[in-house]
Nanobody, 121 residues
Framework: QVQLVESGGGLVQPGGSLRLSCAASGSILSIYAMGWYRQAPGKQRELVADIGSGGGTNYADSVKGRFTISRDNAKNTVYLRMNSLKPEDTAVYYC???????????????WGQGTQVTVAS
């Protein structure tokens, strides 16, 4: 079994910063892509950023230049540094990891439980 545990959400003022973390644990052989989605009330879940096992990154246009995704492969952890936060960044943020389990089964996407980010004054 594989678990993803997120941390780092909270309330921040516009223009402020937060860093989200997501650690994967369990019966992991390899982790491929990792990333973050978000879902605001009444809206569909959208991709925020992702990062491949080699470090290649991809960002939503709405966060380019403000958010930075990174990963520590030794810790099976992905991070999302969020700067210059705006009220429209308010959402529940979900991390994911594409994992091949130790059983050498097929690659599966696992999700974190979600962490609330609220940007308000």
């Amino acid at each position: 079994q594989v678990q993803l545990v997120e941390s780092g959400g909270g309330l921040v003022q516009p223009g402020g910063s937060l860093r989200l973390s997501c650690a994967a644990s369990g019966s992991i052989l390899s982790i491929y892509a990792m990333g973050w989605y978000r879902q605001a009330p009444g809206k569909q879940r959208e991709l925020v950023a992702d990062i491949g096992s080699g470090g290649g990154t991809n960002y939503a246009d709405s966060v380019k230049g403000r958010f930075t995704i990174s990963r520590d492969n030794a810790k099976n952890t992905v991070y999302l540094r969020m700067n210059s936060l705006k009220p429209e960044d308010t959402a529940v943020y979900y991390c994911y990891a594409d994992v091949r389990p130790e059983s050498l089964g097929t690659i599966r996407r696992y999700w974190g439980q979600g962490t609330q980010v609220t940007v308000a004054s």
